[in-house]
Nanobody, 123 residues
Framework: QVQLVESGGGLVQAGGSLRLSCAAS????????MGWFRQAPGKERDFVAA????????IYADSVKGRFTISRDNAKNTVYLQMNDLKPEDTAVYYC????????????????WGRGTQVTVSS
């Protein structure tokens, strides 16, 4: 079955960096577009970044543009989210998700989800 497993979250001070990883298994990773989303307590799940199956195109939420970078290694079946200059408002559970046919910001269009990794940014 398809599995997505996030890792790399933790506690960091404002201005610091983290790199999240999402390891995929269960179907051909290089055929899937991948997305990162986040959800803070009491809030809706928000789009963060997405990358096409080949890695040739990326999109970002305005709130993270210039600070976060999404990338992928199809040989390792892994997608990454490099997060720099972190801010307290970045605190959330971060999820990765895949989609065979959809590349975009709408979380309902993604097919499978990981369980998430907690990112906490202290001020």
């Amino acid at each position: 079955q398809v599995q997505l497993v996030e890792s790399g979250g933790g506690l960091v001070q404002a201005g610091g960096s983290l790199r999240l990883s999402c390891a995929a298994s269960g179907r051909t990773f290089s055929f899937d577009h991948m997305g990162w989303f986040r959800q803070a307590p009491g809030k809706e799940r928000d789009f963060v970044a997405a990358i096409t199956d080949s890695g040739g195109n990326t999109i970002y939420a305005d709130s993270v543009k210039g600070r976060f970078t999404i990338s992928r290694d199809n040989a390792k079946n892994t997608v990454y989210l490099q997060m720099n200059d972190l801010k307290p408002e970045d605190t959330a559970v971060y999820y990765c998700a895949n989609s065979r046919f959809y590349f975009g910001r709408t979380y309902q269009r993604y097919e499978y989800w990981g369980r998430g990794t907690q990112v906490t940014v202290s001020s």
